[in-house]
């Protein structure tokens, strides 16, 4: 490192706090640990045969985003020197002028800790939109989407939110932790997905059911995990206002699963189901999360009952309006972000942000009115550009050779783990087409992790080059058409 970079960050550091510090890259790594989360939460939610792609889908979405971060995502978003509403500069570009020296945005740790801190939530973003394009996106087109869309669409609304110039955050809109930029964007990216996808193969005719169960479970324990660091992290600081932060969000998760496990039993047949009760928790944890610094712990109660009855009411939009949100994303995250941001204009205390000094009018229940206001513009902002530019990224990417999004229909039927990548997460059983056009299909050759004999061999944008061989899962076999 150059000397008249070290110089750089030997201003204005004497606030700064070795505890904070500490707290904060311990909330990073809780909320990097979020994207395999969600990776296991969408991976059970799928069927088999399209498991391990989404797993892998999370990380490799984590991995780009993390570099465009660090190209210019970063000053773009959270830019502290740019004058203009909408979007930042690039003083912050190839994190060149990033060190010791805080952001104004949190004064008592490095501006290197905010900046790794918040890049772990761009991160998580777009691999959160992907649930709506579930088993049968391409990888690599996906790859070059998440650049583009953390460019275009994270980057100008976190920035509206956040930044100290931002219109939003001028306003007086209150968004502690991402309603917006995270939870509203990636629900609407995920409806302009499933839209601009189009439906899975046999979708209205077949029946698409979670394949794993302990996935579900898993992927939500890491996300709820990962949540106290994503909600208590935004306080920037070690303090009081963390803590409350922390508390809300469990509360509202644990309420959550239970509203929406509750209106699920009484719905379906008298029956409790894990995945109701992991899907209420994450909309719980989603609701609350633009109001975590700003609500007493016993509105959480309020937003985890509405968020989980809400979101499981919404899961019903997509049969009604014919769309294929694969993974309930825009359910969950874009439902429940608007309920959040919503329920925070009546919710927010000031007695609650004063925790570490911060000042805010409050909402109704301070008696400023005009806070609903605020949060439903910002909240319809949101969404419009993320809804609007989505689309208009994903078209634009169908045009382009070789970036047409929607894996080949052989690809889809047989999984997206074998036609993408090659590989597999469970054991496969094989089956003698022979025997099988003559209607006795016969199970051999279990094999773990090895593609079977005769298997489908795929080109690049999932297209098969032989005849004929099973759709490869760990559900019931059936037999692909000729190629």
């Not at 469970?426 to 003698?432: E, G, H, V």
């Not at 094999?447 to 490869?472: C, Q």
Request: glycine content about 12%.
């Amino acid at each position: 490192m150059s000397t008249h970079l070290v110089k750089r960050y030997d201003d204005d550091t004497s606030q700064i706090n070795s505890g904070d510090t500490a707290w904060i890259l311990v909330s990073a790594a809780l909320v990097f640990i979020m994207s395999p989360g969600v990776g296991y939460f969408y991976s059970g939610m799928a069927r088999s045969k399209n498991a391990v792609s989404l797993v892998f889908l999370c990380m490799i979405a984590m991995s780009v985003v993390s570099v465009q971060w660090m190209i210019w995502g970063y000053s773009l978003a959270l830019s502290d020197t740019a004058s203009n509403p909408f979007i930042g500069n690039l003083s912050y570009g190839l994190l060149l002028n990033v060190g010791d020296k805080p952001h104004a945005n949190a004064p008592t740790i490095p501006g290197s800790v905010y900046a790794i801190f918040q890049c772990m939530f761009a991160a998580l973003t777009p691999a959160l939109a992907l649930g709506g394009a579930a088993e049968r996106v391409r990888i690599f087109p996906t790859i070059i989407f998440c650049f583009i869309w953390t460019t275009i669409v994270y980057d100008p609304i976190a920035y509206w939110s956040w930044a100290p110039k931002g219109w939003m955050n001028v306003m007086g809109s209150l968004d502690y932790a991402g309603g917006t930029p995270v939870h509203i964007a990636s629900g609407f990216a995920a409806l302009a997905f499933a839209i601009v996808l189009g439906k899975r193969h046999g979708y209205g005719q077949e029946k698409f059911e979670p394949h794993n169960y302990l996935n579900i479970i898993l992927g939500t324990a890491l996300l709820w995990f990962g949540w106290f660091g994503f909600n208590g992290g935004s306080a920037v600081a070690s303090n009081g206002r963390a803590g409350v932060a922390s508390t809300v969000t469990h509360i509202a998760a644990c309420v959550g699963g239970l509203s929406w496990s509750f209106v699920g039993y009484f719905r379906n047949g008298r029956k409790f189901s894990s995945f109701h009760f992991c899907s209420g928790a994450v909309a719980g944890l989603v609701a609350i999360t633009p109001a975590s610094g700003f609500v007493a712990p016993w509105a959480a109660l309020i937003y985890g009952a509405v968020a989980g009855i809400a979101c499981h009411f919404a899961v019903d939009f997509k049969e009604k309006f014919g769309f294929d949100d694969a993974l309930d994303v825009f359910a969950v995250h874009g439902i429940g972000g608007l309920v959040g941001n919503l329920l925070t204009g009546i919710f927010a205390s000031k007695a609650v942000a004063a925790l570490n000094g911060t000042e805010i009018n409050g909402g109704w229940i301070d008696h400023h009115w005009k806070q609903l206001g605020y949060q439903l513009a910002a909240s319809s902002a949101g969404a419009g550009w993320a809804f609007v530019m989505s689309a208009l990224i994903l078209y634009a990417l169908d045009y382009i050779p070789g970036l047409h999004l929607r894996i080949h229909q052989e690809g889809e039927i047989s999984g997206t783990d074998f036609a993408e990548m090659g590989e597999h997460g469970y054991r496969y059983a094989t089956i003698d087409h022979t025997l099988a056009e003559r209607g006795t299909p016969s199970l051999s050759g279990l094999e773990e992790g090895h593609s079977p004999s005769g298997a489908l061999e795929y080109n690049g944008d999932g297209r098969t080059s032989s005849k004929s061989t099973v759709a490869i899962s760990n559900e019931k076999p059936t037999i692909s058409a000729e190629a």
